[in-house]
């Protein structure tokens, strides 16, 4: 496998072409941000987490039956994945308040829903990112009708996956948020990553932060909190 030119830089990760047109390889990098670029930091030791977490995530919901990107870890930072085309959707679920759901509708953090909800945004950074029900989507022809179904349906088995896993870790999955690609024949994988930048992650028991919300609100011990999630993680496979 041959990494050749570089694709695209996101804000957290760098993509790059191979020899295989089928493939790419991401590369996940320190760098951190909050409120759509606003705020710029460095979280040492981040990718490497993002990366290695992600990679075990996606190959156990591959195996519950939630297809993805994800091919094969190269190095620490570095992994193939198939060429998909991102739909330009955030799919956030939420098991308890907490976030921009706690700002919007005035309630407090922690409150715990009956059932998961699901929302989707925009994904366009000069929009910032904003909310969108199915018929926005379908309007703006972002995903077919299908293509919903199928994410949502997706969205709910990792749910239901990760929650059921960090739960055996000790760790209340708050909410989180996924990407989904269409490969070239139009099959919906999971892409983009799963990752304490990606998730809120409390200690059940003391409730105390273990994920991105400690960079986005200057708590201090981000670095500790992504490698004690990580360290659980391990411990728990
Ligand atoms: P929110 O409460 O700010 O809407 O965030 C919901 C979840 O989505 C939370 O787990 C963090 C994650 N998230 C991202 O992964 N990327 C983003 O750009 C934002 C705003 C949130
Ligand atoms: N994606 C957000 C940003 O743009 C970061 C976040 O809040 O997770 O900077």
């Known amino acids: 496998m041959q990494k050749l030119e570089q694709l695209y830089e996101g804000k957290a990760k760098k993509v790059y072409k191979t020899d295989d047109p089928n493939l ?15 705020k710029k930091g460095t979280i040492v030791g981040k990718g490497v987490i993002n990366n290695q977490m992600t990679n075990r ?4 919901l591959e195996k519950a039956g939630v297809p993805t990107h994800f091919v094969e870890e190269l ?32 309630v407090e953090e922690g409150i715990v829903f009956d059932a998961p909800t699901i929302e989707f945004s925009y994904k366009n950074d000069d929009l910032g990112d904003p909310l969108l029900n199915e018929y926005h989507t379908l309007a703006l022809k972002l995903a077919t009708p299908e293509e919903i179904a199928v994410i949502k349906q997706y969205a709910f088995q ?18 989180f948020k996924l990407e989904f690609g269409r490969l070239d024949d139009g099959t919906i994988v999971l892409a983009d990553e799963i990752s304490p930048d990606t998730c809120r992650l409390w ?24 490698a004690e999630v990580m360290r659980r993680m391990k411990e728990a496979l």
Do not use: Q
């Open 75 to 106: 190095s620490e930072r570095e992994t193939v994945v198939k060429k998909v085309s991102i739909v330009p959707l955030e799919v956030i679920i939420r098991n308890l308040s907490a976030g921009s759901f706690a700002k919007r509708y005035g």
């Open 57 to 60: 995530f996606m190959a156990k």
């Open 158 to 175: 990792v749910n239901d996956f990760l929650k059921a896993f960090w739960a055996s870790c000790g760790v209340t999955l708050v909410d």
């Open 24 to 38: 790419y390889i991401v590369d996940y990098k320190d760098d951190a941000t909050a409120f759509n670029g606003l």
């Open 203 to 226: 200690d059940s028991k003391t409730h105390e932060k273990l994920d991105k919300d400690r960079f986005r609100r200057d708590l201090g011990g981000v670095e500790d909190a992504y």
